[in-house]
């Protein structure tokens, strides 16, 4: 399967250039997908140079070049240090993660992460993980599926689609993305019934994959893995992402909250290098509308 057909890399050229990469640099990939961004650093770092690359989903092992400058992780990134240190190459020049869902897991039915293909309610990166949309769905309490939509989406209307899900689960249970999407369309006008229906959707995702545990661990593991001077690039899609990467580099935590010695002196694990997100062009929002809700953020290790 081709980059392209995979995924299309979103900010490409930005989070490229954005690594300040040298001959010789050992850089980490946390999200391999289609190898877009990977294959592109490979060209970048020379013979001497070093990529990680992780990532759990099971398709992308078929997008693995063979190089022997590649080491491919076959993990949840949440486990950087781990796998950074046992290869002995603490201490890397650059680190990017480009966070989301890849093009093909939405393109692809079956998964469960698409509004508008019939597929189980699935929506696990990792497919080996033992929670699903299905469980979520139909087996959470009702003061849990509260919190997942209140923390995960932006939504008006979180009692009403819980208690539509609960009360249509009484009946049957809701096995696939069809069925909840049938059971919640008529909640919103049409106009903005997909953009209601992707956040339902997201909700559950992140809950299913962990993804905010993921992403904050990463970024901590982040600290002890890149070298001073060093680069972070991060691509998020949506404001909960983003914001948690915004305050991690601006403050070294997770509420921004800027922390003191007792002379006053902040101790700040990483400087930004842009004050504001880069965003898509105009242009590329054209060629590939899910890039609409990308922001890249850049820091260097301090």
């Known amino acids: 399967m081709s980059t392209s057909e995979y995924h299309t890399p979103v900010l490409f050229r930005e989070s490229i250039e954005a690594l300040d990469l040298k ?5 980490v990939d ?24 992780f990532d759990q989903d099971e398709d992308a092992v078929e997008n693995v070049v063979d190089d022997d400058r590649l080491i491919f992780v076959d993990s949840n990134f949440r486990f950087l240090y781990n796998f950074i240190k046992f290869h002995d190459l603490l201490g890397v020049d650059g680190l990017l993660a480009d966070l989301g869902v890849s093009s093909h897991q939405f393109d692809v039915g079956e998964r469960g992460f698409s509004i508008r293909e019939e597929g189980e309610l699935d929506m696990r990166m990792n497919q080996k993980a033992g929670l699903t949309a299905f469980k ?14 209140n923390s995960f989406a932006d939504l008006k209307n979180v009692k009403r689609v819980v208690t539509m899900i609960i009360t249509e689960r009484r009946n049957q249970e ?24 992707a956040q339902v959707f997201q ?5 299913v994959n962990d993804e905010m545990g993921a992403l904050m661990d990463l970024l901590e593991q982040s600290i002890k893995v890149i070298k001073p001077g060093g680069r972070l690039v991060v691509i998020a899609y949506h404001s909960i992402e983003d914001r948690i990467v915004k305050n991690f580099i601006r403050s070294g935590n997770f509420e921004g909250k800027i922390e003191t010695d007792v002379f006053g002196v902040a101790s700040l694990p990483f400087k930004a290098v842009n004050k504001k997100p880069m965003v898509p062009s105009i242009e590329e929002i054209e060629r590939n509308p899910r890039a609409r809700s990308a922001k890249l953020r850049v820091a260097i290790r301090t």
């Open 30 to 53: 946390v999200t391999y997908g289609g190898g877009g961004h990977s294959k592109e650093i490979l060209k970048c770092i020379g013979k001497e140079g070093v990529l990680v690359a």
């Open 136 to 149: 979520v769905v139909n087996n959470y309490p009702e003061k849990e599926l509260y919190r997942i939509f």
């Open 203 to 207: 909700a559950i995702r992140i809950e």
């Open 23 to 27: 001959e010789g640099s050992v850089v």
């Open 174 to 197: 809701i096995k696939t993305t069809g069925q909840l999407v049938r059971i919640l369309e008529d909640l919103v006008p049409p106009k903005k019934k997909n953009q209601f229906l």
